[in-house]
């Protein structure tokens, strides 16, 4: 059975930073790609990153460009996100993702 769990979250000042961690198993982890997601109450989760663990290809949203990097450890079926000069904006719960199937949320909050 595929899993997913994500950790991490907490609470942290503007313009501080968090590292959130997804790690899988039962899945071959390095043939997939692993992408994170954020919600907020009420609105549409929304995509932050992903990368492939196969060759390390990454993507952001323009909204954390520049403020956020991903990155994989094939050695520990672990994918990390590091968040910095966070804003408040960036509060949400946050969720790793493999194929179809959903980690649970960490949540995120960032105050002012």
């Known amino acids: 059975e595929v899993q997913l769990q994500a950790s991490g979250g907490g609470n942290v000042q503007a313009g501080g930073s968090l590292r959130l961690s997804c790690v899988a198993s039962?899945?071959?982890?390095?043939?997939?790609?692993i992408s994170w997601f954020r919600q907020v109450p009420g609105k549409e989760r929304e995509g932050v990153s992903c990368?492939?663990?196969?060759?390390?290809?990454?993507f952001y949203s323009e909204s954390v460009k520049g403020r956020f990097t991903i990155s994989h450890d094939n050695t520990k079926n672990t994918v990390y996100l590091q968040m910095g000069s966070l804003k408040p904006e960036d509060t949400a719960d946050y969720y790793c993702?493999?194929?179809?199937?959903w980690g649970q949320g960490t949540q995120v909050t960032v105050s002012s």
């Open positions: 039962g899945l071959p982890f390095k043939n997939y790609v």
């Open positions: 990368i492939s663990n196969t060759d390390g290809t990454t």
């Open positions: 993702k493999s194929g179809t199937r």
